[in-house]
């Protein structure tokens, strides 16, 4: 009888798994768009659509009453319980976001009386008044003549002309870092005042006189010797920037022009993310050119294609993540299976095959002049900043529609995409997101550079994604120099309780799962210390409901690793598919992480997210991809029938 009851209850999970799946896959495919390819809302925290709302006003656009009602309602409904504005959903009070915020709200008229303004200006003071804004919002509020300019740092024009050999040179800084300055740096020389009609400031959130203040303070990550020597160097520059020659500085100005011209991008934008296109709008209306004027009107244009706007919310997004989204969904469909899963997901990766980069030798071609295209990027289009990340998703999502469905027409976006991703490796080992050998770690002590994220390094997660697209393809660390130098730098960045940092998802959670599924297709054997230790920490940071979750505070620079958060349903799915790759599937921890997965699925066959489970720049900016809940929870659940109805219990492929 007990047999009998065992086999019954088994039909009956069965059974219900594959209901839950199907709902999952039915859910997703009903998302896919017209052309086969997938894209999610991407949503930041406050500052960026606060900062549109202060655009439109900065440069006296006409007033949208209807638009600026929504974000308005958006901004309000994301205030937190502290008073400010947090960077993650229910987080900590954030200075600069709650400046913002609170400054586009009574841009928009919501009277400085109002309960919400007197609880975000009482929240503000408490903590020491907006002269504890970063040096991003002191930009933005020196342009509105809230702040003087000595409340910034000086930014020569002039840089864009130093050598390479130089200490500080653009190609020595990361894309966002060198696509937001370069404009930046012509706003600075130029020194323009908002047009501002209405005439808002925020006086009123400053214990002090506002243009009394001078510059920021030293940064939690910042070395006090650099620090010193980069301030002092700050205050020469101070008093000898005006003597220098104006025809050097028109030369310079010229000069981040052509930069920016090469690389405006169309309505993608330069850089196809949010601050470097306001930047250029900003700067060609301080070089006197109209709203008619082509650059500005075509980047203007893309500016107001990252809007989401709602029946009674509307937010701005940083940029948008197509090709992420899709080749992620990819993956999932091709694990869940079936006559409607797999052909959707061929028409995504159709449309991504165009996606390539094939002609275009990026900013990464400084330091890799001999290596030929073949990234892809993250946006639509994005032709000089092609990342490895998606570069090496999209290679394993097309590698296994042709292994496993004999699908035709990938191998010479695979070849390609292999050959670029190998020259893109950094000397230690390691890969980046998007620039290969980004270490000039002296560079996040410059003044400009108070929220450290100046830099592209090689991270743990990329490197195991780059692992995991080689070893799909038939590399070992035996055959190939590539993977064990990767594997190798992968077994040195290991923690000691066993996880891995991170860098582009939140953030032990997300590192480990990428690390594992790495090493698993790379041949390094589940039994190897390394992994062992892996699943296991993993395992005993499962949450008593079954899920997994994550908080931003893990990011914090006095390193205490993963810290508790409420279970999502990404990080969950992550969890699975970690310990699934570790050989675990038959783990009791991974029987109740189905099981929360199961038991949260919504009506609509997905899942409901609202905490904030990916990374801008750690302990600056966060993300919350919408498509995360759909596409990851469905693949840890195919996943985990799949290898359940095998005999090998191995994950065969990279993801």
């Not at 502290?82 to 009277?111: C, N, Q, R, T």
């Not at 960045?493 to 090493?519: D, K």
């Not at 620079?557 to 699975?576: F, H, R, V």
């Not at 997210?609 to 759909?630: C, D, N, Q």
Request: with cysteine.
């Amino acid at each position: 009888m007990d047999s009998v009851n065992a086999t019954s209850r088994e039909a009956l999970e069965s059974s219900t798994l594959e209901s839950s799946i199907a709902s999952a896959t039915q859910g997703v495919l009903g998302l896919q768009q017209s052309d086969g390819h997938w894209v999610f809302e991407l949503e930041a925290d406050c500052t960026i659509p606060a900062e549109y709302i202060l655009l439109r006003h900065y440069l006296a656009e006409p007033v949208d009453t209807v638009l600026e009602a929504k974000i308005g309602n958006y901004l309000r409904r994301v205030q937190g319980a502290h008073g400010g504005w947090p960077l993650v959903h229910d987080g900590e009070f954030d200075m600069s976001a709650s400046v913002k915020a609170y400054f586009a709200l009574k841009m928009i008229g919501d009277s400085t009386d109002s309960p919400h303004m007197v609880r975000a200006r009482e929240a503000i003071h408490a903590r020491g008044g907006a002269i504890n804004s970063n040096v991003f919002t002191r930009f933005l509020l020196a342009t509105f003549g809230v702040v003087s300019w000595r409340a910034v740092p000086v930014l020569p024009i002039e840089i864009v002309l130093l050598p390479f050999w130089s200490p500080f040179h653009l190609n020595k800084i990361s894309y966002w870092a060198r696509t937001t300055m370069v404009p930046l740096m012509v706003i600075a020389a130029l020194k323009p005042r908002a047009k501002n009609p209405k005439g808002v400031g925020i006086d009123e959130l400053f214990l002090q006189d506002p243009r009394s203040i001078g510059m920021t303070a030293k940064a939690p990550h910042q070395s006090m010797a650099w620090f010193l020597l980069f301030r002092a160097l700050d205050a020469i520059l101070r008093v000898v920037e005006p003597m220098f020659p104006k025809r050097l500085r028109q030369r310079a100005i010229d000069a981040a022009l052509a930069f920016t011209e090469e690389r405006l991008n169309g309505e993608d934008g330069m850089g196809a993310i949010y601050p470097p296109m306001a930047n250029i709008v900003m700067m060609y209306d301080a070089l006197g050119k109209d709203e008619n004027f082509p650059p500005r009107a075509i980047t203007r244009r893309g500016i107001d294609k990252l809007l989401v706007i709602k029946s009674e919310e509307a937010y701005c997004q940083p940029c948008v993540s197509p090709v992420w989204d899709t080749t992620l969904t990819a993956h999932a469909l091709l694990e869940a299976g079936g006559d409607k899963a797999v052909p959707a997901a061929k028409q995504g990766l159709d449309w991504l095959i165009p996606k390539q980069e094939l002609e275009v030798k990026g900013d990464w071609a400084v330091k890799r002049p001999g290596v030929r295209p073949g990234g892809w990027a993250f946006q639509y289009n994005n032709a000089h900043y092609p990342d490895l990340d998606d570069t090496a998703v999209v290679v394993m999502s097309m590698d296994r529609m042709r292994r496993e469905h004999g699908a035709t027409g990938y191998d010479a976006a695979i070849d390609r995409g292999r050959e670029w991703i190998e020259g893109m490796q950094s000397d230690d080992g390691g890969w980046a997101a998007f620039d290969v050998d980004n270490l000039e770690y002296y560079l996040n002590n410059i003044p400009f550079s108070d929220h450290g994220a100046l830099l592209d390094p090689p991270t743990e997660d990329v490197t195991a994604r780059c692992i995991s697209m080689l070893a799909q393809l038939g590399e070992t660390a035996k055959t190939s120099k590539h993977v064990a130098d990767g594997v190798a730098y992968l077994r040195k960045t290991q923690h000691p309780e066993g996880s891995w940092y991170g860098r582009w998802g939140m953030n032990f959670i997300y590192g480990t799962w990428s690390v594992l599924c790495a090493l698993n297709m790379a041949g390094v054997p589940h039994t190897d210390p390394m992994m062992r230790k892996a699943a296991g920490w993993l395992a005993s940071i499962q949450n008593e409901d079954g899920g997994w979750g994550e908080d931003a505070v893990s990011y914090r620079l006095d390193y205490k690793g993963w810290e508790p958060a409420p279970s999502t349903a990404s990080q969950t799915a992550w969890a699975l598919l970690a310990l699934m790759a570790a050989g675990e599937v038959d783990h009791p921890a991974v029987a109740r992480g189905v099981e929360y997965l199961i038991a949260t699925q919504n009506e609509k066959g997905l899942w409901d997210e609202s905490r904030y489970t990916a990374t801008g720049f750690p302990r600056v900016f966060y993300l919350r991809y919408h498509g995360y809940p759909k596409f990851f929870p469905l693949w840890a659940l195919a996943r985990y029938r799949n290898l359940r109805n095998t005999n090998s219990r191995v994950v065969g492929v990279g993801m």
